[in-house]
Structure formats: C-alpha cells, structure tokens
C-alpha cells in the first residue's frame, strides 16, 4: 500500500510545483509560502478532526514531540527556500533539483536511521544525484 500513497504524493507534488509557480508570480515567496502553510495547516487538522484522531495528543511522548518539532521546522525553511527558487527559476530545473532531497534522505535513512542500503536503492539514489547535476550544470 506504501506504493501506492508514494506515487500519490508525487503526483500531488507534481500539481504543487505547478500551481507554487502559478501563484507565486508577482508575490513575495515568503507571503505566498505562509498562505500555502495556512491552508496546509486547516486541511491537516481537518483530517484529524474527521477521523477523530486529537485524542491521541495526549499520547505522544516527548521524544515524538521533539522530533515532530524539528520535522516542521526543517520543513518550514525546506519550503522557504523552495518558494525563493521556484519564484526566480523553472518549475522544470527547480523541481527534480528539489528532489536531491530524495538522495540526502537515502543517505541519511543509511547512517542514522540504520537501514540497510541494497543495490536497487543505491543505484536509484545515483541517478536521482546523476540527473540533478546534469540540470544544474
């Protein structure tokens, strides 16, 4: 099922880099990152309110708190910079340049997290790497 909900999420970041370069024209990224934040934040909640999921804030560890915390806060600048880009740059190079990020997780994954790296992911992990020096330079 994780398949399916990945392909999904690129197909969401796809429509997200298009509609980001859309609204950002003429608009401090800055602004128009906080507006894209604050819907995020009300559809996020409303999901949880839906399905009935705030009880379960009282669960949450301190460790789970930290970490959700610095997660929002590395999202939050990932965005940030983001928007600068997609504001002075094609969705077309920042995109797939963005997605860098997928090779840096792998690597990260690999020596914090202790996954076992096979050769499938290491290959693809280098041609995402491949193809985003062969559009930054």
């Known amino acids: 099922m994780w398949k399916f909900y990945a392909v999904l999420s690129a197909f969401f970041a796809a429509l997200t ?3 980001a370069k859309m609204g950002v024209k003429g608009v401090d990224s800055n602004l128009a990152t ?3 934040t604050t819907v995020i934040l009300f559809i996020a909640w409303g999901v949880v309110l839906l399905w009935g999921r ?5 669960e949450l560890s301190r460790r789970a708190i930290l970490f959700l915390v610095l997660s929002g806060v590395t999202t939050g600048l990932s ?3 983001y928007f600068k880009a997609l504001q002075s740059g094609p969705v077309s190079k920042v995109a797939p340049v963005d997605k860098l990020s997928v090779a840096m997780a ?3 994954a ?3 997290l202790r996954e076992t790296p096979d ?6 992990g280098l041609l995402i790497v491949a ?3 062969v559009i930054l330079f």
Do not use: C, P, Q
């Open 119 to 124: 050769v499938k992911t290491i290959v693809g």
């Open 17 to 19: 880099a298009i509609f």
């Open 54 to 58: 705030e009880e379960h804030i009282r």
């Open 106 to 108: 792998m690597l990260l």
């Open 79 to 81: 965005w940030l910079f």
């Open 131 to 133: 193809g985003s020096v």
């Open 34 to 36: 906080a507006i894209r």
């Open 110 to 112: 690999f020596f914090l």
